[in-house]
């Protein structure tokens, strides 16, 4: 009889938490490597954040995803932090070590992932256009110099929230709102880091994609929205959320257990879960 891991335990804590993805996909990358980890969800309110801390420490988790509104809030109760997470103030990923509890943001890494292998982009010197300024676009921000983009606008409609983000990057700067659509219709990579499309909305319908740029929509959820489709039509290489999210979630796998996750099982457990009518109303990316 072959030897079992050891149990272990994972999970996500936001709030609320009704449809996460994160528990079908990671429990799929538990189940195709064999590992004998559970991961679950743990609806954890606002002021119950120090006391979960305290819970994974004290159970022995392997780690944990973090989702809103903790992504901040969770900093002071954490041991240590990896540059991303450190550079951009937010954790989506608590890693269980020997220093302790350590958080990671692996949306970054997530999407120069995406950006590099699924699509093939090679960003360096190209001109990028982010909209939002919440805490995906810090993550895009941080991907994006780290992959050689020569400048970054940061649309936002409250422009100095995203004027709080251009400080990220030294190649980051504010595009006034009004601005937006004309510098993504100009912009080599245009990315939408806000919700704007999940309920089949048309963000920047005045925007004019062209062959040649990149395009890519946070969102997942729907798998395709009308920015991306719109995008696809005139001739943009279009992209919506899901790889990103995959790439992130393997990341994170891989710092709770040092196996290499299974992307491909992830990703089909992950489009599986977005057919299902019970998670029609899948809210978050993350
Ligand atoms: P967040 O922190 O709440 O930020 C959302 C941003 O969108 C804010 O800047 C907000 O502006 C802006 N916004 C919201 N409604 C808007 C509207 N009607 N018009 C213009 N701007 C609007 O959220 P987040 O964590 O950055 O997430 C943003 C999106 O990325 C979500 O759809 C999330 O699911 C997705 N996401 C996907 C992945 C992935 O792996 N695929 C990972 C992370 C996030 P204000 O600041 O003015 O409110």
Do not use: C
Not at 243 to 265: C, K, N, Y
């Amino acid at each position: 009889m072959s030897r079992r891991t050891p149990s272990r335990f994972a999970g996500v804590l936001g709030w609320p938490l009704e449809h996460t993805l994160s528990p079908v996909i990671q429990n799929a990358a538990a189940r195709a490597t064999g590992l004998d980890l559970v991961y679950l969800a743990f609806p954890t309110p606002p002021d119950a954040l120090a006391d979960a801390v305290a819970g994974l420490r004290a159970l022995g988790a392997a780690g944990a995803n973090v989702t809103m509104p903790h992504k901040e809030a969770i900093l002071p109760l954490l041991d240590g932090l990896h540059p991303d997470a450190a550079a951009i103030g937010a954790v989506n990923t608590v890693v269980s070590s020997t220093e302790g509890l350590i958080g990671h943001n692996t949306d970054v890494e997530g999407l120069e992932r995406f950006l590099t292998e699924d699509t093939g982009l090679d960003a360096v010197g190209l001109e990028a256009v982010v909209v939002g300024s919440g805490g995906a676009a810090r993550a895009v921000v941080r991907a994006a110099e780290k992959l050689g983009v020569a400048r970054i606008g940061i649309a936002g409609r409250d422009e100095a929230k995203a004027a709080g983000v251009a400080l990220l990057a030294n190649v980051a700067e504010v595009v006034p709102w009004a601005e937006t659509e004309r510098r993504a219709g100009a912009a080599d990579l245009v990315i939408n880091a806000t919700p704007v499309g999940m309920g089949g909305e048309d963000l920047l319908p005045g925007a004019v994609f062209r062959p040649g740029q990149t395009v890519l929509d946070l969102i997942y959820s729907p798998p395709s929205t009308l920015f991306v489709e719109r995008a696809r039509r005139a001739g943009a290489d279009a992209w919506g959320g899901l790889g990103m999210l995959i790439h992130q979630a393997a990341l994170s796998f891989r710092l709770w257990t040092g196996v290499d996750a299974p992307l491909e099982a992830m990703s089909a457990a992950a489009i599986h879960a977005l057919g299902h009518p019970l998670l029609k109303g899948l809210d978050r990316g993350d």
